[in-house]
């Protein structure tokens, strides 16, 4: 057997934490050693990590760039599915901490921020945030900001650290 102890030492707790999380109570926990140690995306600890770095990464670039939030910029420039998609996914935030927490499961949470990340990191793939359209790209920025705030707020519910930079 190994201690949690030890296994906090050998893994962090970060990911110790995550992974007694997403599971529900009534499960059954394998803790997989190999996958807990592993720094790419099949680790849903990482996974969700590097999310919201790379969210930070793009504010900052953005900056960088000469481009703000600009809070008062038009979201009208946001039609395609995959950022409809996310923008009613963020909306969904107030409700699963509520219903995680009237029903004592946290891992809807781990779940929901796992779905988040992946939308996330399937519209990064395919589209710029900083574009050479400036009203397309205030509106983006505001959508990368709002996801980073949620990746952060839904990390720090479960006691998880949100990095800036990995």
């Known amino acids: 057997y190994t201690t949690l102890d030890e296994l906090i030492e050998e893994v962090g707790t970060d990911v110790v934490r995550y992974f007694f999380i997403m599971r529900g ?10 996958l807990a140690k592993d ?8 996974y969700l990590q590097y999310a919201h770095a790379r969210l930070c990464n793009i504010l900052k670039h953005a900056e960088s760039q000469g481009y703000k939030i600009d809070e008062n910029a038009t979201l009208t420039p946001l039609t395609l599915d995959s950022e409809i998609n996310l923008i009613k996914s963020l909306l969904e935030f107030p409700n699963i ?5 009237g029903n004592l499961e946290p891992q809807t949470i781990a779940n929901y ?13 395919k589209e710029r945030v900083v574009t050479e359209d400036a009203a397309k790209t205030a509106a983006r920025l505001i959508l990368v900001r709002a996801l980073q705030i949620i990746l952060y707020n839904g990390l720090s519910v479960l006691g998880i650290h949100a990095p800036e930079r990995m």
């Open 25 to 34: 109570m009534n499960s059954h926990l394998n803790f997989d050693m190999t």
């Open 39 to 46: 720094e790419s995306d099949a680790n849903p600890v990482y």
């Open 97 to 101: 901490i509520e219903k995680a927490g």
């Open 113 to 125: 921020l796992q779905y988040l990340a992946g939308m996330f990191h399937k519209y990064y793939a």
